[in-house]
């Protein structure tokens, strides 16, 4: 990829309703490599079509989405579906699947996207696991693990595999402060290597914090996104 282009450059995009005709929403959003965006999401009912959106799985009415420089409307299928691998993401919905463990549902994505050894994979995953405050990969169920322990596992997903965009759907759920800190590590690590990170937050915590190092701060509504001037 050319390091001058942007990571992800959403151009007055503008995503079709369930209708097929263009919705009132507008996104103008462009991240460079090391970027992190602080999206206030407490008054937005579903801001995971935001996230969707970045990951080209909302057609377009009008304007584009481009990840690393290619445009999500002009590429095959199965190519998308491979540009999305390099994508780690906390799903506000949980996205897990209820008869595997938590541990092959962590792993599952990566070994489907890459061909990074079983083994090797797995260590890391243990290692991240850790970080987050996992004694190791959960082997139940996701409907027989802890709620806080199922937010620390979706992180682990999230950045497994050296993700090129980190889009993290209300990571903390407004209830578990305790994952911010590896979370805030986690993020700059991914920075540090080129890695551009999106967080919408429901927690006043989070918003309201001003050493939260972002780069943008936003806010969702009907219309899209908002520069933020406040942190109120």
């Known amino acids: 990829m050319d390091p001058s ?3 992800l450059d959403l151009a007055a995009a503008q995503p079709c309703n369930d209708a097929g005709e263009a919705s009132a929403s507008e996104v103008d959003l462009c991240l460079r490599a090391g970027e992190f965006a602080l999206v206030d999401a407490r008054h937005s009912a579903r801001p995971d079509w935001l996230a969707d959106l970045c990951c080209g799985l909302l057609p377009l009415a009008n ?8 445009d999500w409307t002009a590429m095959p299928q199965e190519y998308a579906a491979a540009l999305r691998g390099r994508i780690g993401r906390v799903f506000l919905s ?29 260590e890391r ?21 802890a709620a806080s322990d199922l937010a620390r596992a979706a992180c682990v ?23 911010i800190p590896p979370l805030l590590d986690a993020l700059a690590t991914a920075r540090d290597r080129g890695a551009a990170a999106i967080w919408f ?32």
């Open 125 to 145: 995953a243990i290692s991240l696991s850790c970080a987050f405050g996992l004694p190791g990969l959960p082997l139940v169920r996701p409907g027989d693990l």
């Open 201 to 232: 937050t429901r927690s006043d915590v989070v918003w309201r914090d001003p050493s939260f190092p972002a780069s943008h701060r936003l806010r969702l509504g009907e219309r899209g996104l908002v520069p933020a001037m406040r942190t109120t």
């Open 63 to 70: 304007g584009s989405a481009r990840f690393l420089g290619r």
């Open 94 to 122: 949980g996205s897990w699947i209820g008869f595997m463990d938590v541990a092959t549902n962590i792993l599952l994505p990566q070994l489907h996207h890459t061909r990074d050894d079983p083994n090797d994979l797995r």
């Open 157 to 179: 997903r999230a950045f497994l595999g050296d993700p090129e965009l980190v889009l993290l759907e209300s990571p903390v759920q407004g209830r578990f402060n305790s994952l």
């Open 5 to 7: 282009l942007p990571i």
